[in-house]
T-cell receptor, first 114, second 113 residues
Framework: EPEVTQTPSHQVTQMGQEVILRCVPISNHLYFYWYRQILGQKVEFLVSFYNNEISEKSEIFDDQFSVERPDGSNFTLKIRSTKLEDSAMYFC????????????FGEGSRLTVL | GDSVTQMEGPVTLSEEAFLTINCTYTATGYPSLFWYVQYPGEGLQLLLKATKADDKGSNKGFEATYRKETTSFHLEKGSVQVSDSAVYFCALSANQAGTALIFGKGTTLSVSS
């Protein structure tokens, strides 16, 4: 069964460092998303991406964050200068039709900022 | 804006007990409603969904009915198992292309034998 894959599964970084989280969405999906979940808190939307551009972003997704789909398969989230409060589980998701809401999630990348 | 409110957890039950996890929503228009489940150490998985009023979503013995009059989508299961222990998230989608899912805070269910 097709699945969304994410790497790395866990990354530890120093505050101020750049981090890139990678995702390979399901191959025929058209809409891509990043969510995050701070430990013990709710799943929060960061950004959605369609047709090679951001279609929606939340207040969390400030200038320190960026996304791109460099090669038609990978979908990456970059955090330019990490802060302690960026420590969270980051989930990538994709779906075929953007208006159904049926997202397929990866297993997540745990980011720990020290 | 749109929002989802779930009952606070954790919910602790014995095996074979009846489960209800309450979920209410606020939305403009006619959203689709979802329950996602997150098992320990895993990502979120779609459990069930309903796309219009009075629809009932069901899967793995879980059910939820889309109630427009009470803006609710409560999750129920008649007899829980230890393997149902997980975090359950209610979510809505505004049904516009590319619009994000909005999640509730999640309810942790712990089932003991």
């Amino acid at each position: 069964e097709p699945e969304v894959t994410q790497t790395p599964s866990h990354q530890v970084t120093q505050m101020g460092q750049e981090v890139i989280l990678r995702c390979v969405p399901i191959s025929n999906h058209l809409y891509f998303y990043w969510y995050r979940q701070i430990l013990g808190q709710k799943v929060e939307f960061l950004v959605s991406f369609y047709n090679n551009e951001i279609s929606e972003k939340s207040e969390i997704f400030d200038d320190q964050f960026s996304v791109e789909r460099p090669d038609g398969s990978n979908f990456t989230l970059k955090i330019r200068s990490t802060k302690l409060e960026d420590s969270a589980m980051y989930f990538c998701a994709s779906c075929y039709q953007g208006d159904t809401g049926e997202l397929f999630f990866g297993e997540g990348s745990r980011l720990t900022v020290l | 804006g749109d929002s989802v409110t779930q009952m606070e957890g954790p919910v602790t039950l014995s095996e074979e007990a009846f489960l209800t996890i309450n979920c209410t929503y606020t939305a403009t228009g006619y959203p689709s409603l979802f329950w996602y489940v997150q098992y320990p150490g895993e990502g979120l998985q779609l459990l069930l969904k309903a796309t219009k009023a009075d629809d009932k979503g069901s899967n793995k013995g879980f059910e939820a009915t889309y109630r427009k009059e009470t803006t609710s989508f409560h999750l129920e299961k008649g007899s829980v198992q230890v393997s149902d222990s997980a975090v359950y998230f209610c979510a809505l989608s505004a049904n516009q292309a590319g619009t994000a899912l909005i999640f509730g805070k999640g309810t942790t269910l712990s089932v003991s034998s």
